[in-house]
């Protein structure tokens, strides 16, 4: 495996899991009490990760629930761009989750080290939105459309599938000109997949690699883990750690998540029992 992702400014060392602390810049998750956003509050939030821990940020201005509604261009650039300039001078790898490639291309222009796109770049444009640039690129696999993927997905062999799909995106980019160094792989864990499927995929995590691209999992408070234990997003920290933890176990090297201080000591505690050099 390639031990670095490279990421806009920086390297990424990726013989250590990296936490990814999660941005979500809309008004349901930073109100200012009007209804309206509030980018002091996001800021804040933003500042709370890296002290505690974060290695990276991830800014999403839509939401990919299952069901949200897609915000316009120009709302999305309103939430995503101030942020990431508000926050280029943390020295710390700043991601935008977004599939629209204007997006893309704006937040690239503001200082962005990433883009992390849940329709693996296959918005017409994408791929030139991104292809000059050193960003790093989290091409994520999904069936369907947020609003409906969630209805009915199918598949005759879940990890075959998502394996080959990723492996099909991650060769157009590579033929396109991009370096495989700049590129994560995703299952897209929860994105058109049933909880059965979702777990066959984390057991089977290691059949699913694709040459020597990394891992970046996302199952932070997700409803595959909220189906199991029974408890609403918010009272999934357990949940999430359990499921971060094993996908550590199975190769991954990025975990996405709401809560990084907690994650950031499970991971420390991982990490410890692998070191066969601390006894
Ligand atoms: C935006 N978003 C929501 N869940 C995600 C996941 O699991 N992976 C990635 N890459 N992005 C996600």
């Known amino acids: 495996m390639s031990t670095t992702l490279k990421c806009g400014r920086f390297e990424l060392d990726l013989r250590r899991p990296l936490v990814m602390g999660i941005l979500n810049v809309t008004p349901d998750s930073f109100s200012d009490g009007t209804g309206e956003l509030s980018l002091q509050r996001v800021l804040e939030r933003a500042h709370q990760m890296v002290e505690d821990g974060a290695d990276m940020l991830d800014i999403g201005g839509e939401s990919t629930r299952p069901g949200a509604d897609p915000v316009p261009l120009q709302e999305e650039l309103d939430r995503v761009l101030p942020l990431v300039e ?18 893309m291309a704006a937040a690239l222009k503001s200082g962005a080290d990433m883009i992390n796109d849940i329709r693996a770049l296959r918005e017409p444009g994408a791929i030139e939105a991104v292809k000059d640039s050193d960003c790093g690129l989290c091409i994520m696999h999904m069936q369907g459309e947020p609003r409906t993927m969630q209805v009915n997905p199918h598949y005759d062999d879940v990890v075959a599938e998502v394996r080959q799909f990723l492996e099909a995106r991650a060769q157009s980019m590579v033929e396109a000109g991009i370096s495989p160094q700049r590129i994560v792989l995703d299952p897209g864990f929860g994105f058109g997949k049933t909880v059965g499927q979702n777990y066959t995929m984390l057991r089977r995590l290691d059949q699913m690699r694709v040459g020597d691209y990394p891992w970046l999992l996302g199952f932070s408070r997700k409803s595959m883990l909220g189906h199991v234990v029974g408890r609403e ?17 199975m190769g991954g090297h990025i975990l996405r998540v709401h809560d990084v201080a907690e994650t950031v000591d499970a991971v420390k505690i991982w990490r410890t029992i692998k070191d066969e050099s601390f006894v």
């Open 86 to 103: 508000a926050l280029h001078g943390l020295n710390i790898p700043l991601s935008v989750d977004t599939f629209k490639p204007a997006v």
């Open 233 to 249: 997003p918010g009272e999934r920290l357990a949940a999430s750690l359990a499921a971060a933890l094993y996908g550590l176990e």
